[in-house]
């Protein structure tokens, strides 16, 4: 009993990196400006009550991350690499549901339902999520490499499918994905987040797919001998992550009703790949917690929004995020893992 106690505190510590995290943000905020989390109900332009404060910018911003997250974890522990083309692939989602909601020279009244729009984007986006797949289990290419393709081309990719036209939805009923519905105080996007979630959970509580992803990432070579097939759940968590990535491609044209293909989801793979690595997963593949990356994902929102309250220029924040990355693959490299423990049991053999 006392041996199962001791396991269960160990293989959930993962968790408290990032829950730490949030916490000395929270305490720092708390300590410069008490103010940060104050919320307030007010009013849109529509007229609806809305809550406002930086505390729902976090929830509400941080929801994109944290459903990229989710895929990001998954290829991430499957393949033992990143995929740094969500942004361009969030563009062009974000264009295919604009092209097949109002068209190109259209005057932004819906020519079709937005669940069409959005189902076209889950298809195109599971496509190039099935390409980059195929480059990385089959062809064998490192992961940044094989999705620096799409990086580099997916933008234009985006513009060519709209005939780099900026499209405009009309349609009130757009902005709900990416902003409030009537009535309900809360941003969408947290809602959006939370089934997300909770169908990626359900999927690694009642399938043996964390199970099998987990094996490849440590040891694709055993995992094929026991009857696996490390190429197809590779292939497979790229798909997934395709997945993702309509969705926030939704709320991203949602938000403005219109896209901006150099600017939309820029730099957001970054955020994703940091939420990965803040949430305790090994960058190398194999063991890896859903919930730990989505705890993550908030963080690295919340670091983003102390650092515009404190006037941080935008073209500075990559500056910032990089030093976070250094601190994490450090602390998280074996010769400092093996220093730190050792330094825990000298502690306790002295006390």
Same mark, same amino acid.
């Given at each position: 009993?006392?041996?199962?106690?001791?396991?269960?505190?160990?293989?959930?510590?993962?968790?408290?990196?990032?829950?730490?995290?949030?916490?000395?943000?929270?305490?720092?905020?708390?300590?410069?400006?008490?103010?940060?989390?104050?919320?307030?109900?007010?009013?849109?332009?529509?007229?609806?009550?809305?809550?406002?404060?930086?505390?729902?910018?976090?929830?509400?911003?941080?929801?994109?991350?944290?459903?990229?997250?989710?895929?990001?974890?998954?290829?991430?522990?499957?393949?033992?690499?990143?995929?740094?083309?969500?942004?361009?692939?969030?563009?062009?989602?974000?264009?295919?549901?604009?092209?097949?909601?109002?068209?190109?020279?259209?005057?932004?009244?819906?020519?079709?339902?937005?669940?069409?729009?959005?189902?076209?984007?889950?298809?195109?986006?599971?496509?190039?999520?099935?390409?980059?797949?195929?480059?990385?289990?089959?062809?064998?290419?490192?992961?940044?490499?094989?999705?620096?393709?799409?990086?580099?081309?997916?933008?234009?990719?985006?513009?060519?499918?709209?005939?780099?036209?900026?499209?405009?939805?009309?349609?009130?009923?757009?902005?709900?994905?990416?902003?409030?519905?009537?009535?309900?105080?809360?941003?969408?996007?947290?809602?959006?987040?939370?089934?997300?979630?909770?169908?990626?959970?359900?999927?690694?509580?009642?399938?043996?797919?964390?199970?099998?992803?987990?094996?490849?990432?440590?040891?694709?070579?055993?995992?094929?001998?026991?009857?696996?097939?490390?190429?197809?759940?590779?292939?497979?968590?790229?798909?997934?992550?395709?997945?993702?990535? %309509?969705? *926030?491609?939704?709320?991203? /044209?949602?938000? =403005?009703?219109?896209? !901006?293909? &150099?600017?939309? @989801?820029?730099?957001?793979?970054?955020?994703?790949?940091?939420?990965?690595?803040?949430?305790?997963?090994?960058?190398?593949?194999?063991?890896?917690?859903?919930?730990?990356?989505?705890?993550? %994902?908030? *963080?690295?929102?919340?670091? /983003?929004?102390? =650092?515009?309250?404190? !006037?941080? &220029?935008?073209? @500075?924040?990559?500056?910032?995020?990089?030093?976070?990355?250094?601190?994490?693959?450090?602390?998280?490299?074996?010769?400092?893992?093996?220093?730190?423990?050792?330094?825990?049991?000298?502690?306790?053999? *002295?006390?």
């Amino acid at each position: 009993m006392t041996m199962a106690k001791k396991k269960t505190v160990f293989t959930s510590r993962q968790i408290f990196i990032p829950i730490a995290a949030l916490l000395l943000l929270a305490l720092f905020n708390l300590a410069v400006d008490p103010s940060f989390f104050k919320i307030t109900l007010g009013r849109n332009s529509a007229g609806d009550p809305v809550l406002t404060g930086y505390l729902m910018t976090i929830l509400d911003y941080g929801s994109e991350v944290a459903i990229l997250a989710i895929g990001m974890t998954l290829v991430t522990a499957a393949c033992g690499g990143q995929d740094i083309s969500v942004g361009a692939a969030v563009a062009i989602a974000g264009s295919v549901i604009l092209r097949v909601l109002v068209g190109i020279g259209g005057d932004g009244t819906l020519q079709a339902p937005i669940l069409v729009g959005f189902l076209a984007a889950c298809a195109v986006s599971m496509l190039f999520g099935a390409f980059n797949g195929v480059l990385v289990a089959v062809f064998r290419i490192q992961p940044m490499v094989a999705t620096l393709i799409l990086y580099t081309a997916g933008r234009s990719i985006a513009a060519w499918i709209n005939n780099n036209e900026l499209p405009i939805v009309t349609d009130k009923s757009f902005t709900y994905f990416g902003g409030f519905i009537p009535g309900i105080p809360i941003p969408t996007p947290f809602f959006l987040a939370v089934v997300c979630i909770a169908l990626a959970l359900l999927v690694l509580r009642y399938t043996t797919l964390g199970l099998y992803t987990q094996a490849v990432g440590i040891n694709a070579s055993s995992s094929r001998l026991n009857g696996l097939n490390p190429a197809f759940i590779k292939w497979l968590s790229f798909v997934i992550l395709g997945l993702c990535v %309509a969705v *926030v491609g939704l709320i991203k /044209t949602s938000r =403005l009703s219109t896209i !901006n293909y &150099s600017v939309i @989801a820029k730099d957001i793979e970054m955020d994703a790949i940091l939420a990965v690595a803040l949430g305790g997963n090994v960058l190398s593949g194999g063991k890896f917690n859903i919930m730990a990356s989505i705890v993550g %994902a908030y *963080v690295i929102q919340f670091l /983003t929004t102390t =650092l515009y309250k404190f !006037n941080v &220029s935008s073209d @500075a924040l990559p500056a910032y995020k990089a030093v976070v990355v250094i601190l994490l693959v450090v602390l998280s490299a074996p010769a400092v893992k093996d220093k730190l423990m050792g330094l825990a049991k000298k502690q306790k053999g *002295v006390g």
